[in-house]
């Protein structure tokens, strides 16, 4: 064999190898492009999934494993014979037991003072509408009398139509009183307690006494309890 037909031969030949390892290359290419396919179309189907669960679905799913987990060791512990409360309350720390009373506090009073007027007043908004227990009875009463007129319409010439019985009046007033003396509460004015020591003549006079009371009342007390019952020597 020639010179030339020895080239031209791996020539030809490095060309074979060189298609070859192209065509493996395209078919790697295609194999990751089904594969990107398929994992796409699964992040796909699984946000889909996602979207039509309820908002607080994370929540509701920790606190369900929450709940497992804690029966789960709870079974465990009243086979030995233990009390759970009891073992539970051991593992809790100071620290824990001290924020578990605070959030109770805030829980059982969640007025916290004054934030904006709209807080306040959402904040009585809810309170009024938790403590309204509505007369039914008077209601089906004044609705089967009036019958029509009951519901307003465009046609309708009555105006007021609705009673509300004594009670209800007496409620309403009690609640307002209420909110009155709770409003007083919030002055910065704030009266003297009944029953106390008048020992000034006037405001400025006031300050001045707690101020000395403040520092130097330790010390003063046993003689001005001797001068008031006249034993001071």
């Given amino acids: 064999m020639s010179s030339s037909e020895e080239k031209n031969h791996g020539s030809s030949s490095d060309v074979e190898t060189k298609?070859?390892?192209r065509i493996k290359r395209l078919q790697q290419l295609?194999?990751?492009q089904n594969e990107a396919r398929k994992l796409n179309h699964r992040e796909v189907v699984d946000e889909d999934r996602k979207s039509k669960l309820p908002i607080n679905w994370e929540k509701q799913k920790d606190r369900l494993e929450y709940e497992e987990q804690k029966e789960k060791r709870r079974l465990e512990i009243e086979e030995k014979g233990l009390s759970y409360e009891r073992v539970r309350a051991l593992e809790w720390t100071a620290e824990e037991c001290d924020a578990w009373q605070r959030k109770k506090a805030r829980k059982h009073n969640p007025d916290t003072g004054f934030a904006?007027?709209?807080?306040s007043s959402f904040r009585q908004y809810?309170?009024?509408t938790k403590n309204?227990?509505?007369d039914m009875s008077n209601y089906e009463k004044q609705?089967?009398?009036?019958g029509d007129d009951f519901y307003a319409k465009t046609s309708t010439l009555t105006?007021?139509?609705h009673t509300p019985a004594p009670s209800a009046v007496d409620r309403m007033v009690d609640d307002l009183s209420k909110q009155v003396e709770k409003r007083r509460g919030y002055s910065r004015r704030r009266a003297e307690k009944a029953g106390t020591d008048v020992d000034y003549i006037n405001n400025r006079n006031m300050r001045f006494n707690k101020k000395i009371e403040r520092f130097?009342?330790?010390y003063t007390t046993e003689i001005k309890q001797n001068l008031e019952r006249g034993t001071a020597v």
Wanted: proline share 4%; hydrophobic share 20%.
């Fill in 19 to 21: 298609k070859q390892e």
């Fill in 30 to 32: 295609r194999l990751r």
């Fill in 116 to 119: 904006d007027f709209e807080q």
């Fill in 126 to 128: 809810e309170r009024l």
């Fill in 132 to 134: 309204l227990q509505p």
């Fill in 143 to 146: 609705k089967n009398e009036l």
């Fill in 159 to 161: 105006y007021g139509t």
């Fill in 216 to 218: 130097y009342g330790k």
